[in-house]
């Protein structure tokens, strides 16, 4: 299992299309994943529960991979993030 805590550096946060393309892009992998902001957490791949973490620029959003490809998969979180989604 890999761990890491990314923040939201894009200004207008993890709406629809950032979150689409998280979706995508662990819909690839075999790993499995959860997704954490304060409380709240998403272990699935609904945009509807993704939007429920409510990040906003500056959030701090906890991502836990385990999986045999999970190593892959957090390089390419990371940089989805900063690259800001390209927004």
Known sequence: ??????????????????????IKLISK????????????EVKNKSVLEFLKLGAKYGSKVEIEIDGEDENELLKELEYLFYSNFGE
């Not at 299992?1 to 998280?22: C, D, F, W, Y």
């Not at 992998?29 to 709240?40: A, D, E, H, L």
């Open 1 to 22: 299992m890999v761990m890491k805590t990314l923040e939201v550096t894009n200004k207008t946060g993890l709406h629809a299309r950032p979150v689409s393309q998280i």
């Open 29 to 40: 992998y075999k790993s499995k994943t959860v997704f954490k902001v304060g409380n709240k």
